[in-house]
């Protein structure tokens, strides 16, 4: 079961940073915007904290939803993203998105007090925006 868990989460890594990569909207948010995908991740991360794996996973896009069922969504995030799982607090940096698609970055205090940067992916459902995958990034302009 583990090593089965090990390569679904390494295929849904793969195609979400695939799927990052190749549709990364380039244009700036409006501040309307933002703070609604802020509100998104920020609730998926208070949730986490609060050990509250059902209301996190609600935050997950359909797409996520469909790969994973409750119990092993929870047992991807506590395995392979701990310090979101149990971040203390987050930041957030630049954000793109082309109405249908979005791209925030995250930088995530873990437990221990380091900070790691993430780059979120968001799509438009219905409800709103939902998070399609997190991977390590750098924030934008940090490299020379």
Same mark, same amino acid.
């Given at each position: 079961?583990? %090593?089965?868990?090990?390569?679904?989460?390494?295929? %849904?890594?793969?195609?979400?940073?695939?799927?990052? +990569?190749?549709? !990364?909207?380039?244009? $700036?948010?409006?501040?309307?915007?933002?703070?609604?995908?802020? *509100? /998104?991740?920020?609730?998926?991360?208070? +949730?986490?904290?609060?050990?509250?794996? $059902?209301?996190?996973?609600?935050?997950?896009?359909?797409?996520? !939803?469909?790969?994973?069922?409750?119990?092993?969504?929870?047992?991807?995030?506590?395995?392979?993203?701990?310090?979101?799982?149990?971040?203390?607090?987050? *930041?957030?940096?630049?954000?793109?998105?082309?109405?249908?698609?979005?791209?925030?970055?995250?930088?995530?205090?873990? $437990?221990?007090?380091?900070?790691?940067?993430?780059?979120?992916?968001?799509?438009?459902?219905?409800?709103?925006? !939902?998070?399609?995958? /997190?991977?390590?990034?750098?924030? $934008?302009?940090?490299?020379?």
């Amino acid at each position: 079961m583990k %090593a089965l868990l090990g390569r679904i989460l390494f295929v %849904a890594v793969a195609c979400g940073m695939a799927a990052a +990569a190749d549709t !990364r909207p380039d244009s $700036p948010t409006t501040k309307d915007v933002k703070a609604e995908i802020v *509100s /998104v991740v920020e609730g998926q991360l208070v +949730a986490f904290r609060a050990d509250d794996f $059902p209301k996190a996973y609600t935050f997950a896009a359909q797409s996520i !939803r469909g790969m994973f069922p409750p119990a092993q969504f929870e047992l991807m995030v506590k395995q392979s993203y701990p310090s979101i799982a149990k971040s203390k607090s987050a *930041s957030f940096g630049s954000c793109f998105d082309d109405g249908k698609q979005a791209v925030i970055y995250v930088t995530v205090e873990a $437990p221990d007090g380091t900070r790691k940067d993430f780059q979120y992916t968001l799509e438009k459902e219905a409800v709103g925006w !939902r998070i399609t995958s /997190v991977t390590s990034a750098e924030p $934008p302009g940090t490299k020379v």
